[in-house]
């Protein structure tokens, strides 16, 4: 059980933060970078759920999200084996097999998709963009320390999901804004 009796500590102030094993690093290293970028990735999901439109079922699968999310920064907070890994392949096999429900719905795309549409579709692809930040940043500390190997994964399938979720938001893609190559020339 996790008991939070203090938020302000000062133990930052210096510019260095503590690891889940206890160890201070500066706020800038990698690890710090990537779970804190996985934490933005998180409040951008929360953001969206505001913006579902009642869709009961998009909403449970954002919140079992926000969940794994914060499991995810739970793994890269401590360095090395040492943590619990709380994200494995059966998270991505359920982003997966939700993409694919979500998918079958959907007309095929005859171009890309821009970031827009209604509330819900933008936000969905800004959260999007952020888990892709994420990602990057995971993979830069995977290649200088060890790292829960399904994190990149669940990262990938993730971005995938809201994409694919920002489609149905727009109206099963009836609202998707398509890219027109060279339109402005």
């Avoid at 210096?14 to 500066?26: F, I």
């Avoid at 710090?32 to 996985?38: H, K, L, P």
């Avoid at 914060?70 to 059966?90: K, N």
Wanted: hydrophobic fraction near 45%; aromatic fraction near 4%; charge should be positive.
């Amino acid at each position: 059980m996790v008991r939070i009796d203090r938020v302000v500590t000062r133990g930052g102030d210096g510019g260095k933060t503590s690891l889940g094993d206890g160890a201070r690093v500066a706020k800038d290293a990698l690890r710090v970078e990537a779970f804190g970028t996985v934490d933005e990735a998180n409040a951008a999901v929360g953001l969206l759920r505001l913006h579902l439109g009642g869709d009961a079922d998009a909403d449970a699968m954002l919140a079992r999200i926000q969940n794994d999310l914060f499991d995810l920064g739970g793994d890269l907070c401590v360095p090395g084996d040492a943590g619990e890994r709380r994200i494995g392949d059966t998270l991505c096999r359920r982003l997966e097999a939700e993409i694919a429900a979500m998918n079958a719905a959907l007309a095929p795309l005859t171009s890309f998709v821009l970031p827009g549409g209604t509330a819900g579709a933008a936000h969905a692809h800004l959260a999007r963009t952020i888990v892709r930040r994420a990602e990057r940043r995971v993979v830069a500390l995977a290649g200088a320390e060890p790292v829960n190997p399904v994190a990149v994964r669940y990262l990938n399938r993730l971005s995938d999901h809201l994409f694919v979720l920002g489609r149905r938001l727009n109206r099963g893609g009836a609202a998707d804004v398509l890219w027109v190559p060279g339109a402005n020339r």
